[in-house]
């Protein structure tokens, strides 16, 4: 019997792995159906760092000089909020020179103009909260050592009572920015519990089910 030979079809496979790619690259940049990877791993990276940076503030205020964490948690405080300001430019960049995806059949207008003053209010109180931030540890000039990596320099301004002055701004303009977060927060379980749509879904994963 003769030898039979496999019947490759180079166009059909060609095909197919160019169709993974594409699917490939989908899940790493956003279309205009669902968010990628690398936008849902920022925000939520943004999001856990924002909550652990508040609950490490609120809670070393409350430290007195002896306490064993009276240095420690400032200095991870600062080094966490250096870092979330490089993450930061890096995710504006990234939002800026790539697709978002449209916005939902079921979304109101009223509801695209809410969300998207919401998310500049948030960027603009984010960089405000960690320039703030930066002002009160640099106001006496001595640079930022982040984690023992690098080191980041002051550039004293010689505004009196600079560090009161930036703390003061810090505080309140954080515990504007957890308001913020509650509002989007809660709008986001409003469209998965009531309009049952997609809008948190997919800041969960890389597929619309649309």
Known sequence: MPRQIPNFEPTARGEDAESHGRIGQRRILNDERSWGVVSIALHWLVALSVFGLFGLGFWMTG??????????????????GVILFGVLLFRLAWRLFNTNPKSLPTHADWEKK??????????????????????????????????????????????????????????YLALTL????????????????IDRDETLKRMLHTRSTN
């Not at 957890?178 to 519990?193: E, F, N, T, W, Y």
């Open 63 to 80: 430290l007195d000089y002896y306490h064993a964490w009276y240095i420690r948690a400032p200095d991870i405080h600062k080094s966490v």
């Open 114 to 171: 809410l969300a998207h003053a919401v998310h500049r209010l948030l960027y603009l109180l984010l960089f405000a909260i960690v320039i703030s931030g930066y002002l009160i540890s640099t106001a006496d000039g001595h640079a930022i050592e982040v984690f023992g990596w690098t080191v980041l320099p002051a550039y004293p301004l010689g505004i009196e009572k600079q560090a009161d002055i930036a703390g003061t701004i810090h505080w």
């Open 178 to 193: 957890m308001s913020i977060v509650g509002l989007h927060a809660a709008g986001a379980l409003k469209h998965h519990i």
